[in-house]
């Protein structure tokens, strides 16, 4: 009994320490956090955005996106201003939030349509209607048939890589942006392929060949092969 009351009271002290600590580390973040205000209230710009760049590349997005406000609370035609548009679209793009970057994107070409990182931007905007599309991804990541009938977002990317490879030949995303066509040309391709299968196996020939042969158009394409030997049986077929 006298053990079971030293227990309960020795459980009571640890119990009242770790709330005593959270009280604490609490105290000091708030106390933490006011010095910051106090300290970054007289900062301009470029110190401002200096120290949302290190919250980036640390990839502590809630400080950086906070920095970043206090850059774009007030306008300025500074390029900075610009840097830290185009920053925030780049966090919550990380954070996610697809449908808000592609909005900000859109509005930030229509302001500052000469702005020497709108390649950037492009590049976003291309990963982000590419990964977008989960169905297609999921095509790619196994052998199963898989109809995707829309695919207004992988073409979208398409359209935002080609961009950057004619308008910016010599953006830093260009090289990368040929790859990602190439990848996208495939998945697509490979998504026709699918539905060919499907329409031969269900003897709609017509159907069949005229998907296969959205596939034979790119001479370069994985799937040349698989989608000129539907069109060979299928022709075949209708010709007996």
Request: a positive charge.
């Amino acid at each position: 009994m006298i053990k079971k009351r030293l227990f309960y009271k020795f459980f009571e002290k640890i119990k009242f320490l770790f709330l005593l600590s959270i009280i604490i580390q609490i105290h000091g973040c708030a106390l933490y956090a006011h010095k910051i205000n106090l300290g970054i209230d007289n900062y301009n710009m470029k110190q401002l955005y200096e120290l949302s760049k290190e919250e980036i590349n640390r990839k502590n997005w809630k400080l950086a996106k906070y920095y970043i406000n206090k850059i774009t609370d007030s306008f300025s035609t500074e390029i900075i201003y610009q840097d830290a548009l185009i920053d925030l679209i780049y966090i919550n793009w990380q954070e996610g939030k697809y449908q808000e970057s592609l909005s900000q994107i859109s509005n930030f070409q229509k302001l500052y349509p000469r702005n020497p990182r709108i390649d950037h931007l492009l590049y976003i905007r291309g990963l982000i209607n590419s990964t977008m599309d989960k169905s297609l991804f999921d095509l790619i990541k196994n052998e199963k048939t898989l109809l995707v009938k829309d695919n207004k977002k992988i073409i979208s990317a398409l359209q935002d890589f080609n961009e950057i490879i004619t308008k910016f030949p010599d953006s830093k995303y260009s090289a990368q942006s040929r790859e990602n066509i190439e990848v996208l040309n495939n998945m697509l391709a490979k998504n026709e392929l699918n539905i060919a299968k499907y329409y031969y196996d269900n003897k709609i020939l017509l159907a069949a060949i005229n998907r296969a042969k959205k596939i034979t158009e790119q001479t370069n394409n994985i799937y040349y092969k698989e989608a000129s030997e539907i069109i060979e049986k299928s022709y075949h077929i209708l010709s007996k």
